[in-house]
């Protein structure tokens, strides 16, 4: 995996990229606590026809992952942009998942102020917690989630490489389309660099998805980029109503909900994603 991509200095972080083909960018933002990894399969359908841009955000997978550093969605989406000026991007289609889903919206919002340093073509979102408040919270995130609990939830991300892959399985509804081989790389990419000690650090994104909830969301709702709404109807976390609750708030997205899998839709699906990716960023290329 290491093989297939590259590191690009950014500020003072060494960032792994994954690009794949020639043509218009799609950039793909990944989620907590995975990695770009999750993208692997969906960039190598796409890669034919566009270029694939996948990377690991500060704090994930072959990217560095300081130990003096805060993890801010803020300062992750600064990263994306620094990346796309380090690549000599100026447009692209933007596919989220999960934590980067706010990210994403973060972005739109920069756009919406007039000081994104690249244009956003169109946004596709993948199952994500923007409407936080309606969350099922796993065991693991219940942890997480208070200050006065991060002392335990340090003690268990310790023990936690031989457990990472069982984890992600439980919150699928295919697992069986995590390979051996994806497993291995999966686990080796979440303690590089001691990663799997920053998840609490890196957890903490979650408050501001609460204290930012009118910003992130009201920019997908004012932007007019083109927004599409990919949505696993058997997420456990991020459930089907709230894709039905996010789609009813942006009423001129195009949505689509996946019958029969989980929370790793990138993963357990990603014919589906890349389908859906392609014909609407054609259809969206064609009418500009």
């Known amino acids: 995996w290491l093989a297939q991509g590259h590191h690009v200095e950014v500020g003072d972080q060494r960032l792994f990229v994954v690009e794949r083909g020639t043509g218009p960018v799609i950039l793909f933002i990944h989620g907590f606590p995975t990695s770009g990894y999750d993208w692997n399969a969906v960039t190598t359908v796409l890669s034919d026809r566009f270029h694939c841009i996948g990377f690991d955000l500060p704090g994930f997978g072959l990217s560095d992952k300081p130990v003096a550093y805060s993890y801010s969605l803020f300062q992750q989406a600064d990263v994306v942009e620094a990346l796309l000026v380090a690549l000599r991007v100026d447009r692209a289609h933007v596919v989220s998942h999960d934590m980067g889903t706010s990210v994403h919206t973060e972005l739109l ?5 007039g000081r994104l340093s690249f244009s956003v073509e169109t946004s596709t979102f993948l199952n994500g917690s923007m409407l936080k408040g309606m969350a099922a919270l796993t065991s693991f995130q219940e942890l997480l989630e208070p200050p006065s609990r991060v002392p335990e939830a340090l003690e268990l991300c310790r023990d936690m490489p031989p457990a990472y892959i069982p984890g992600l399985k439980k919150l699928m509804c295919r697992p069986e389309m995590v390979s051996d081989d994806d497993a291995t790389v999966a686990t080796e990419v979440l303690t590089y660099q001691n990663g799997h000690l920053r998840i609490p650090a890196v957890y903490s994104y979650v408050r501001e998805r609460y204290l930012h909830t009118q910003r992130w969301l009201g920019a997908l709702e004012a932007t007019e980029v083109p927004i599409q709404i990919i949505w696993a109807s058997g997420d456990p976390v991020a459930i089907e109503a709230m894709g039905d609750a996010l789609a009813a708030r ?6 689509t909900k996946v019958p029969d899998v989980g929370h790793f839709l990138p993963v357990e699906a ?3 994603v890349a389908g859906r990716v392609r ?9 500009a």
């Open 250 to 255: 942006i009423p001129r997205a195009v949505y």
């Open 270 to 272: 990603p014919e589906i």
């Open 279 to 287: 014909s609407f960023v054609s259809a969206a290329s064609t009418r």
């Open 109 to 113: 919002a920069r756009s919406l102020e």
